[in-house]
């Protein structure tokens, strides 16, 4: 500890109410445009701290969107990813920056106007802390600071924080047929939210986690000091891969590590419902899925079908796979550890990596690979997530209570994703990242709507789905994935918040790592400017 922990401020921030002894007309026009008078100088001040604090060699892009900006809009709801805040509370500025002066000038500007800063890469962030907040606060989006430099023959990338995962997918792949990264299999999530919080996807139980495979990292700290991995030190390169960038600074720039991949892997997805044995098939997933040779990572999805018109939905599990090699090695393989799948040579097609990144991303694996460049989604709900870690597969009985309430509803979905392999070598004070060896697999626990009345019963509903899997999942504390942000856990007091209020969401995230995350973010940012409602908290010495 860097010394003893005192309580968190008490007061709290409140909306008050604007009485006027007089509500006359004319008092309501005259401070409407007092309004206007003081936002407008507000703006311009803003504006002119920035330009000052610009080298005289920068190129000046309008980078500083107001809300009366005709493309304030259209920015803002280009990244937002969660309709359920659509509506919610509206940045003062959006910050476009091009390079790292502009970031520079727009946190020591936010400080000196006495505005939080949110960082949005790509808009995934499940509860929306990149891009909403109840104080007033800027967003600093990083969409133009997206390049790809791929180095083949060195083996490693920089790219920048607002590119997506399927653009340095796209960059790696024009590159060479026989390099990767091993990240989400979602190709609009941010590099930058997603490595900072950890990261996994098709091929990190060979590879571990795409925090695992940082080199180097550029960022801005709270006083404006541009930093990488030798003058941050080897604490904040620490804390930064896998405990939330967020928390320490904006960081715009990563250095990846890329790895060698065969030049065929091969897929296959078998279908089992309820009728057909899934949870026979499921209770063995659980005890074999993280033994499996590390090239071999085999997911299950369950979720609500209806086979026909003529019957009633059931629930449906798919066994997806990823082989990272040929056809003939997989089904040696599968039909030895897993028979009862029933996977034949007729079930597996056999791709480069890159399509097979086309493939889990849900298009044909005939489409060009330019499909990774769009950075925009094909349709927006509504959703809210939660994730857990099992130990211990769950028994029988447990799973049949589990999908007798999927089967209420229709949108929901479970993910339950493998561990071992890579994962179980790499010590779990590596990185913030906690959860290795001794969990067998994590689930995502996801339901969307399209209706904002039904918000209220669709989490109800997720709540109690939650709170019945509470005995089958992990304990003391029970986990949760970082780059799943669920602010059931817990969240922040504005504007600090204690030690042991945060470590109600903290532990669950991060566990033994926790205590080290809360140190580095005192040496780093001790006055808490990069705050949020799950940001790692700063301790207070008496």
Same mark, same amino acid.
């Given at each position: 500890m860097v010394g003893k922990i005192t309580r968190a401020y008490e007061r709290e921030l409140k909306d008050g109410d604007l009485k006027m002894a007089s509500p006359k007309f004319g008092m309501s026009i005259l401070f409407f445009f007092l309004c206007i008078s003081v936002c407008s100088s507000t703006d311009q001040s803003f504006r002119q701290c920035f330009s000052s604090h610009l080298p005289p060699s920068n190129i000046t892009y309008d980078v500083i969107f107001t809300q009366n900006s005709s493309q304030y809009s259209s920015i803002l709801q280009s990244s937002i990813r969660n309709l359920r805040f659509s509506n919610a509370s509206k940045p003062r500025y959006l910050v476009t920056p091009y390079n790292e002066d502009h970031i520079q000038?727009?946190?020591?500007?936010?400080? /000196?106007?006495? @505005?939080?800063?949110?960082?949005?890469?790509?808009?995934?962030?499940?509860?929306?802390?990149?891009?909403?907040s109840d104080v007033p606060f800027i967003v600093i989006d990083l969409f133009h600071i997206r390049s790809v430099m791929v180095d083949i023959k060195n083996e490693y990338a920089?790219?920048?924080?607002?590119?997506?995962?399927?653009?340095? !997918?796209?960059?790696? &792949?024009?590159?060479? +047929?026989?390099?990767?990264?091993?990240?989400?299999?979602?190709?609009?999530?941010?590099?930058?939210?997603?490595?900072?919080?950890?990261?996994?996807? #098709?091929?990190?139980?060979?590879?571990?986690? %795409?925090?695992?495979?940082?080199?180097?990292?550029?960022?801005?700290?709270v006083n404006g000091n541009v930093l990488d991995r030798k003058s941050m030190g080897e604490d904040l390169f620490w804390a930064i891969r896998g405990g939330g960038g967020a928390s320490f600074g904006v960081i715009f720039s990563w250095k990846l590590k890329l790895v060698r991949v065969p030049p065929t892997v091969t897929v296959f997805k078998t279908l089992k419902t309820l009728e057909q044995g899934a949870t026979k098939l499921v209770q063995k997933w659980q005890n074999i899925a993280y033994k499996f040779h590390h090239d071999l990572f085999v997911h299950a999805v369950i979720q609500v079908t209806n086979p026909n018109s003529n019957q009633n939905p059931t629930v449906q599990v798919s066994f997806d796979c990823l082989f990272l090699g040929t056809t003939e090695r997989l089904l040696s393989s599968i039909q030895r550890s897993f028979s009862e799948l029933g996977v034949t040579q007729e079930n597996c097609t056999e791709m480069s990596w890159i399509q097979s990144v086309l493939y889990f991303a849900g298009h044909s694996i005939a489409e060009s690979a330019d499909v990774l460049l769009n950075r925009g989604t094909q349709s927006m709900q509504s959703f809210k997530g939660k994730s857990d870690y099992v130990k211990e597969a769950i028994p029988k009985m447990g799973l049949e209570g589990l999908f007798k309430m999927v089967a209420e509803e229709e949108t929901s979905v479970l993910i339950l994703t493998p561990y071992g392999g890579r994962m179980k070598q790499i010590k779990s004070s590596a990185t913030p990242f906690p959860y290795r060896s001794?969990?067998?697999?994590?689930?995502? !626990? @996801?339901?969307?709507?399209?209706?904002? /009345?039904?918000?209220?019963?669709?989490?109800?509903? @997720?709540?109690?789905? !939650?709170?019945?899997?509470?005995?089958?999942? &992990? #304990?003391?504390?029970?986990?949760?994935?970082?780059? !799943? #942000?669920?602010?059931?856990?817990?969240?922040? *007091?504005?504007? +600090? #918040?204690?030690? %042991?209020?945060? *470590?109600?969401?903290?532990?669950?995230?991060?566990?033994?790592?926790? +205590?080290?995350?809360?140190?580095?973010?005192?040496? %780093?940012?001790?006055? +808490?400017?990069?705050?949020?409602?799950? &940001?790692?908290?700063?301790?207070?010495?008496?």
């Open positions: 000038a727009t946190i020591i500007c936010s400080k /000196e106007h006495h @505005m939080h800063v949110r960082v949005r890469s790509a808009g995934h962030d499940y509860e929306g802390l990149s891009y909403i920089w790219v920048g924080a607002g590119a997506t995962l399927g653009e340095l !997918y796209y960059s790696i &792949s024009a590159k060479s +047929n026989v390099h990767g990264f091993p990240a989400g299999s979602c190709p609009t999530v941010g590099v930058g939210g997603h490595i900072s919080g950890g990261g996994f996807g #098709t091929i990190f139980r060979k590879y571990g986690l %795409a925090a695992d495979n940082v080199i180097d990292a550029k960022m801005i700290d001794e969990y067998l697999y994590g689930i995502q !626990y @996801m339901i969307s709507w399209d209706v904002a /009345e039904e918000t209220g019963k669709r989490i109800a509903w @997720m709540r109690r789905l !939650y709170k019945y899997m509470e005995p089958y999942v &992990s #304990t003391a504390p029970r986990a949760a994935y970082f780059n !799943y #942000t669920d602010l059931d856990l817990g969240r922040n *007091s504005y504007p +600090n #918040t204690s030690y %042991a209020e945060a *470590s109600q969401w903290g532990l669950k995230y991060f566990n033994h790592n926790f +205590n080290r995350l809360v140190r580095m973010k005192t040496l %780093a940012d001790p006055h +808490n400017f990069f705050w949020n409602e799950q &940001s790692i908290p700063v301790l207070r010495l008496e």
